[in-house]
């Protein structure tokens, strides 16, 4: 089983909508969950970390945490042209950040 | 805002050649990464570093890789005789607090071409 397991897409979104993205993982004893966003032949940044179940809000992000599923999300609200990227979610394991492949979100003008 | 350095931004070796990828963490950060993503996989985890030794290494991270902070201030990391398939983007990371739950600032990578 993958660790860190996400649809790869591409994810298709008019300007302006909601994107939803999710996220499994497999390890139960993983405690933080980050999203990070990557440019094409750029660096992962971070926009997001969750630690607790539930919700998390910045700004247009909220990244929801759902431990017992073992299942990470984010949304995106009021999506961008600038929000086309690919969404890499991730967790700490031992002493090391564990990504997941990435879901290429796409915004439609 | 603090940023982690790379050099090169990009570098062309030839096949069985030595490289070294150098790093300057953020000044106050402890704990150094490197991770590296071939073209169109996922960023995967090649070594931790914590108090001038290594905390924990992937599979891929074999006896041609090594890591050093030669200084106070550079992370690098060596390949000692490159191949074909060590082709990819590296990026180093460092962070504060301790280990990973606070999550990372990656640097902007460097393409390593092995031609």
């Known amino acids: 089983q993958k660790e860190v397991e996400q649809n790869s897409g591409p994810l298709s979104v008019p300007e302006g909508a909601i994107a939803s993205l999710n996220c499994t993982y497999s390890d139960r004893g993983s405690q933080s969950f980050f999203w990070y966003r990557q440019y094409s032949g750029k660096s992962p940044e971070l926009i997001m970390s969750?630690?607790?179940?539930g919700d998390k809000e910045d700004g247009r992000f909220t990244a929801q945490l759902n431990k017992a599923s073992q299942y990470v999300s984010l949304l995106i609200r009021d999506s961008q042209p600038s929000d086309s990227a690919t969404y890499l979610c991730a967790v700490n394991r031992d002493d090391k950040i564990i990504f997941g492949k990435g879901t290429r979100l796409h915004i439609l003008p | 805002e603090p940023e982690v350095t790379q050099t090169p931004s990009h570098q062309v070796t030839q096949m069985g050649q030595e490289v070294i990828l150098r790093c300057v963490p953020i000044?106050?950060?402890?704990?150094f990464y490197w991770y590296r993503q071939i073209l169109g996989q996922k960023v995967e985890f090649l070594v931790s570093f914590y108090n001038n030794e290594i905390s924990e290494k992937s599979e891929i991270f074999d006896d041609q890789f090594s890591v050093e902070r030669p200084d106070g201030s550079n992370f690098t990391l060596k390949i000692r005789s490159t191949k074909l398939e060590d082709s990819a983007m590296y990026f180093c990371?460092?962070?504060?607090?301790?280990?990973?739950?606070?999550?990372?600032?990656f640097g902007s990578g460097t393409r390593l071409t092995v031609v």
């Open positions: 000044s106050n950060h402890l704990y």
């Open positions: 990371a460092s962070s504060e607090l301790g280990q990973t739950f606070y999550g990372y600032t």
């Open positions: 969750i630690y607790s179940n």
